[in-house]
């Protein structure tokens, strides 16, 4: 078989069974792939050997007919999973070198199911932006470009790394986290499947930590099916984690029958937004009429406390950042920044923090802090969780009429140029967000699926918004959109 690294999950799984690749060759023909693209500059740590006894082994498993799904397949595991003996710095000079003695619990689940990790995924740093553009590696580099244009484009963030990997089929999948949009936003930038499971689905155990209560781990693939597989390999109850659900986990591809007859699918009136591009508004109604031509029955609806997500996930998000990240202060963990003579403990906190966090890290600190100080609690942050609970509401009441998932723009643009932004006020690249950051405000299952290309011939993607705890449900919902969409577009090989 030729280009082997181009194959599905699925698709490599069956070939694997089949006996007509190995698990060897599949992982030589992704880390030829990486080699040839260090321009996207998505993988930043690489890890061949590690790989290649790994696919060993998960050939001897699949011989001797004790392998899982995901046994033998070839994935990248973002730079934010703690992986045990190789670099997890989570994209930040502060931790730097940091080579962790355990292994998260995620990438443990998808070792013992027999997955091959490349390497580690490039990202924004502390899992903060929406860009890419905040790593200390550098930007990760979308393999998209414009008809006629060679501006490299951002593949979206903060789980950059992983879009880019996946969509220049550097690997078959990769594993993302997702805070406010970091796995279906880069998807949608970059043409591929990302779910967001619901919060607690899968263990955040090993994840370094941006804001936990917001914090979830998912997969980013080249199809819905794939995202049903690999998703099953990564949940699970963890008693190391407290917000871990003790639920079983279903065959999540076994559910995909692409039957949605009788389902009703909501489109949410507050999601079109002033200014949305009409070849987004174009979209949305096309995803609409593609699910009731599957059997759907689409129904408008109302989130109306959708406006004040923005504002009090930035007021939420940045204010568990700054108590999660007080622990990296040149004592217990990463850098130290030198000192000179006379220097106290402040001076070193102040002198390793400055020199060890970016600034949109450093950005986002102090306002966290500033919302958690005690003339502002009550004003910011008690506000901002009063206005969460309501969104939840919105959803519950919503659930609660009969409505089976809602469909919404994953992003309010495609993927814009890497710089293009920079010298933009903060809010405008908060935006990136705003169809988004209500699902993990509201701990809801998320996935954004490649729908259509825009005029400039960039992928596109749409949102679906499921119940909590019905990932099988929202991924066949899914999976007849992507059926009916027929998107099959690649980026060219320009690198």
Not at 27 to 45: P, R, S, Y
Not at 252 to 275: H, N, Q, S, V
Not at 408 to 435: C, H, K, R, W
Request: net charge negative.
């Amino acid at each position: 078989m030729t280009d082997l690294n181009k194959l599905t999950l699925s698709e490599a799984r069956d070939a694997l069974r089949k006996g007509d690749t190995t698990s060897v060759e599949l992982t030589e023909a992704c880390l030829k792939a990486i080699d040839g693209a260090g321009v996207l500059n998505a993988f930043v740590h690489h890890t061949p050997e590690i790989a290649l006894e790994r696919a060993k082994a998960a050939d001897a498993r699949i011989k001797a007919d004790d392998a899982p799904a995901m046994c033998g397949l070839p994935i990248g595991i973002k730079d934010l999973f703690c992986t045990k003996g190789v670099d997890s710095q989570a994209a930040s000079g502060i931790l730097e070198g940091f080579k962790p003695e355990y292994e998260s619990t995620v990438s443990q689940q998808l070792q013992d199911a027999g997955a091959v990790m490349l390497g580690k995924l490039n990202m924004d740093e502390f899992a903060m932006g929406s860009s890419n553009e905040t790593s200390v590696y550098g930007n990760a580099v979308s393999p998209w470009q414009r008809e006629g244009d060679s501006t490299q484009l951002t593949p979206g963030g903060s789980s950059g790394g992983s879009a880019a990997a996946v969509a220049a089929d550097l690997c078959l999948a990769a594993t993302g986290t997702d805070t406010g949009g970091s796995i279906r936003q880069p998807a949608a930038f970059t043409g591929i499947t990302g779910i967001k499971p619901t919060y607690g689905r899968c263990s955040r155990w090993g994840v370094v930590a941006f804001a936990s209560s917001l914090d979830q781990a998912g997969p980013m693939t080249k199809s819905v099916r794939d995202a049903a597989m690999m998703l099953e390999a990564m949940c699970g109850h963890d008693p190391k984690d407290s917000t871990s659900a003790d639920l079983p986990v279903p065959n999540f591809e076994a559910m995909l029958t692409g039957d949605i007859k009788g389902k009703t699918i909501g489109i949410p009136k507050e999601y079109r937004m002033d200014g949305m591009p009409a070849e987004i508004e174009k979209l949305w109604s096309e995803g609409a009429e593609m699910l009731r031509a599957a059997g759907a029955t689409i129904v408008d609806i109302s989130l109306p406390h959708t406006k004040y997500a923005l504002p009090a996930y930035y007021v939420i998000a940045p204010a568990e950042a700054s108590s999660n990240l007080a622990r990296y202060d040149g004592v217990r963990y990463g850098q130290r920044s030198p000192l000179d003579a006379g220097d106290g403990i402040t001076e070193m906190y102040e002198k390793t923090r400055a020199a060890g966090f970016g600034p949109e890290v450093q950005r986002r600190v102090m306002i966290g802090t500033y919302v958690l100080s005690a003339g502002f609690y009550d004003a910011y942050y008690n506000r901002a969780r009063k206005v969460r609970t309501l969104i939840k509401r919105d959803f519950e009441e919503v659930f609660a009429q009969g409505i089976d998932a809602i469909l919404t723009p994953a992003t309010p643009s495609s993927a814009f140029g890497l710089g293009e932004m920079i010298d933009a006020d903060p809010v405008q690249m908060y935006l990136n967000d705003v169809f988004t950051v209500t699902v993990n405000l509201a701990g809801l299952p998320g996935i954004s699926v490649p729908a259509g290309l825009d005029s400039k011939g960039l992928p596109l993607g749409l949102q679906l918004i499921g119940r909590p705890w019905e990932e099988g449900d929202l991924l066949n919902t899914a999976y007849a959109l992507e059926e009916a969409a027929g998107f099959v577009a690649k980026p060219g090989q320009w690198w």
